[in-house]
């Protein structure tokens, strides 16, 4: 098992908790479904489902997206973790940012939430990247585990990613699943 499989899983198990206005009632949030997986059931499942001829029923495993696409940075994840012991801004999310800040003097950062995208992935994504994404390969990544999105997000986690990939979560570029020609070659 690597790293960065495992942080994964246990970013995608990790409880954001509950609260009387979220929408998820007693089980009906991501981590509530996850946590009665293993890392093997992660491994195992379908990377896509989709249904037939529909291109926007398309949804690609967030598992197997992070686990193709990221590397676990453990060495920035402990600065960040020692950087939020000692710095509380407005936010979980402004001192996340403020430390990538500080880290790479300055650079500008960019907060994407995938909600706010078309994205075909099986959870949402809340990550900031700094400068530009080619110098820089590096984000700090949270995954949405409540129910409603405007809340319930694991605690940051610095990776490496894979730029050519990590930013394919649109429909389209999977539009190929659905080409029945295909399906009866492979």
């Known amino acids: 098992m690597n790293q960065t499989e495992q942080q994964i899983y ?5 409880s954001t908790g509950t609260h009387f206005l979220d929408s998820g009632g007693g089980s009906g949030r ?4 996850n946590i009665k997986k293993s890392l093997n059931d992660f491994r195992n499942e379908k990377e896509f489902t989709y249904e037939p001829d ?15 696409t990221t590397q676990y940075n453990m060495t920035l994840t402990k600065r960040l973790n020692n950087f939020l012991k000692i710095n509380n801004y407005d936010s979980v999310l402004d001192s996340v940012d403020m430390f990538l800040k500080n880290q790479y ?14 994205c075909c992935l099986s959870q949402t994504l809340q990550f ?3 400068g530009d994404i080619y110098k820089y390969d ?6 949405h585990n409540g129910a409603d999105v405007r ?4 605690d940051y986690k610095i990776f490496n990613i894979d730029i050519d990939n990590f930013f394919m979560w649109h429909p389209s570029h999977y539009e190929y699943l659905l080409d029945t020609d295909l399906k009866e070659i492979s």
């Not at 246990?10 to 990790?14: A, D, R, V």
């Not at 950062?109 to 909600?115: A, G, L, S, V, Y």
């Not at 590096?138 to 995954?143: E, P, Q, W, Y």
């Not at 809340?151 to 694991?154: A, D, H, K, V």
């Open 30 to 33: 991501h981590w509530q479904r």
């Open 138 to 143: 590096v984000i700090a990544l949270s995954i």
């Open 105 to 118: 003097q300055g650079e500008t950062t960019r907060i994407i939430n995938t909600f706010n995208e078309e």
């Open 128 to 130: 900031i990247t700094v």
């Open 54 to 68: 529909d291109i926007y029923s398309i949804e690609k495993s967030v598992f197997h997206h992070l686990n193709e």
């Open 10 to 14: 246990n970013m995608l198990t990790e």
């Open 151 to 154: 809340g319930g997000y694991t």
